[in-house]
């Protein structure tokens, strides 16, 4: 069966400061993989998506970015935080038109 | 601009009743639909998944889809304490190979002992 690890669960961080999450799928060859995040009182908002390794697309414009160096292998980074960045961002993975299933989610708060 | 919209509640239910939590959507070319349950502080959770038109039914929850109306729908009967929790509806906008999900804000559901 299909698993997806997401770390850490939890992240204080100063302003300005840089930020890696990652995320891995098991169970699975060549899934589409997401980067949401929800704001507290919002939505989910789809920050990246990929359909293969390299192969990013940006859905919102910010200081985020994304990477997937490997098949099952998606991180999220900045280089400079910002308060704004403050939220819960999810990974999640699908393929074809079956839905995306989460990690456990990264409650990310800058300071 | 692709636009899911719920009423974000509160909906209370008592328990054992129905409760009907409603979603509409702005895409006519959107293909798929999903309901997930998110308890709080934790991720969604896919409950349904609907692709075409009418009721789908999965133990007590069942969802309804209107593409006509672009609106969709999850009834959940005999509702427990345990269903307490906000429910997104979800949209894939079906036109690009990425099936990218387009969330609504949620629908707080309190079901009351």
């Known amino acids: 069966s299909q698993t997806i690890h997401q770390w850490p669960a939890t992240l204080v961080q100063p302003v300005g400061s840089p930020l890696s999450l990652e995320c891995t799928v098991e169970g699975t060859s060549n899934p589409n993989l997401y980067w949401y995040r929800q704001a507290a009182g919002r939505g989910l908002q789809l920050l990246f998506y990929s359909v293969g390794i390299g192969q990013i697309s940006s859905e919102v414009p910010q200081n985020l970015s994304a990477s997937r160096p490997q098949d099952r292998q998606f991180i999220l980074s900045s280089k400079k935080l910002l308060l704004s960045d403050s939220g819960f961002y999810l990974c999640a993975w699908g393929q074809g038109a079956q839905g995306a299933f989460f990690g456990q989610g990264t409650r990310l708060t800058v300071v | 601009q692709k636009e899911v919209e719920q009423n974000s509640g509160p909906l209370s239910v008592p328990e054992g009743a129905i409760a009907s939590l409603n979603c509409t959507y702005s895409?006519?070319?959107?293909?798929?639909f999903f309901w997930y349950r998110q308890y709080s502080g934790k991720s969604p959770e896919l409950i349904m998944s609907i692709y075409s038109n009418g009721d789908k039914e999965d133990g007590r929850f069942t969802a309804q889809l209107n593409k006509a109306s672009q609106y969709v729908s999850l009834l959940i009967r005999d509702s427990q304490p345990s269903d307490s929790a906000t429910y997104l509806c979800a949209v894939n906008e079906g036109q690009t190979g990425a099936n990218n999900l387009f969330f609504g804000t949620g629908t707080r559901l309190t079901v009351i002992p």
């Open positions: 895409d006519r070319g959107s293909q798929s």
